[in-house]
């Protein structure tokens, strides 16, 4: 099933004409990335976070709307001033509570001040249409990314960091029938049909405030890359980080699961209506995807 928790009341429904809590940003998050997962959302919340121009939370993936931020994370979070302080006092606070309640997530980025911020997390490409909808429009300034991976080579990505962190068992990775079992659980086949997540979103978000952006560009040029998504987010990409290079990823060392010649046709087979709907509807690089595995 799809995520769909209740909603309070108070913090639910249209808030077009709400004033702002500070004289230059609306309350609330600027904008989401919901995903994808193994698609470069880590090095999107690095570069933001070392950006001037951004406060971001002091953890990547808030997981509200799909876990109400009940997750057990890997690392501690963030906690270099009061500001980060507030927001996980305010987080802890507001996952106790039984529903959403978009008043008060939007409360979590008061400490953004001047700046800009949002809300990293995957997960959020698994979201219901009721939940994307109440969420939009609550912040209908709210900016929209997506970050695509060609869907053989997400999947693969996807299952060898479950199996690096022990989130599934390891499996005999040159066995079809062992692929199929970890492939077509529900949970991995919601996150790679890039196609369906765009159209879901795409229904409820202007066309001027989503974009969809590649894995591919971030392996090409990621500087390029940077700079696009900074200025979709109305952010200065001429600003220097003030840490990392545009090319900085701390994922990039991950080792994947060895992928056969015939494990990797049996994915391409898999993955061929959806290699082909998104090269339709995605372009850019999403055209090169089905050439890659013959089709």
């Known amino acids: 099933m799809r995520w769909a928790w209740p909603f309070n009341t108070r913090g639910s429904g249209d808030r077009n004409k709400q004033g702002n809590s500070s004289p230059t940003r609306s309350p609330g998050p600027d904008f989401l990335c919901i995903g994808a997962h193994k698609a470069g959302s880590t090095w999107l919340y690095q570069q933001l976070d070392s950006h001037p ?141 890039p196609s369906a997540v765009v159209a879901r979103w795409k229904r409820y978000v202007h066309p001027e405030q989503f974009r969809v952006y590649f894995f591919d560009n971030l392996q090409s040029n990621p500087a390029e890359l940077r700079r696009s998504i900074l200025s979709f987010l109305g952010a200065d990409p001429h600003k220097p980080s003030k840490r990392l290079a545009a090319d900085y990823n701390s994922w990039t060392t991950m080792e994947k699961l060895p992928l056969t010649n015939k494990v990797r046709s049996h994915l391409a087979q898999f993955f061929k209506k959806e290699l082909k709907t998104c090269a339709a509807r995605l372009g850019g690089p999403a055209r090169d995807w089905p050439a890659r595995y013959g089709f």
């Not at 876990?67 to 302080?85: F, G, K, T």
């Not at 991976?149 to 299952?159: C, G, I, M, T, Y």
Request: with cysteine; aromatic share 12%; net charge neutral.
């Open 53 to 193: 121009d951004f406060w971001m939370p002091p953890v990547k993936e808030l997981h509200y709307f799909d876990q109400l931020s009940r997750v057990q994370r890997a690392a501690r979070p963030r906690c270099r001033d009061e500001h980060d302080l507030r927001f996980l006092e305010r987080l802890q606070s507001l996952s106790a509570e039984p529903g959403i309640d978009l008043e008060n997530y939007g409360r979590l980025f008061e400490p953004k001040a001047s700046l800009r911020s949002g809300d990293i997390s995957p997960n959020y490409s698994t979201l219901s249409n009721e939940v994307i909808r109440q969420v939009v429009g609550y912040f209908p300034n709210l900016k929209v990314m997506f970050l695509a991976r060609d869907p053989v080579e997400r999947a693969w990505s996807h299952l060898s960091m479950e199996v690096h962190y022990r989130q599934i068992e390891p499996f005999d990775v040159t066995n079809i029938d062992e692929v199929n079992r970890n492939l077509f659980r529900r949970g991995m086949l919601l996150r790679s049909y």
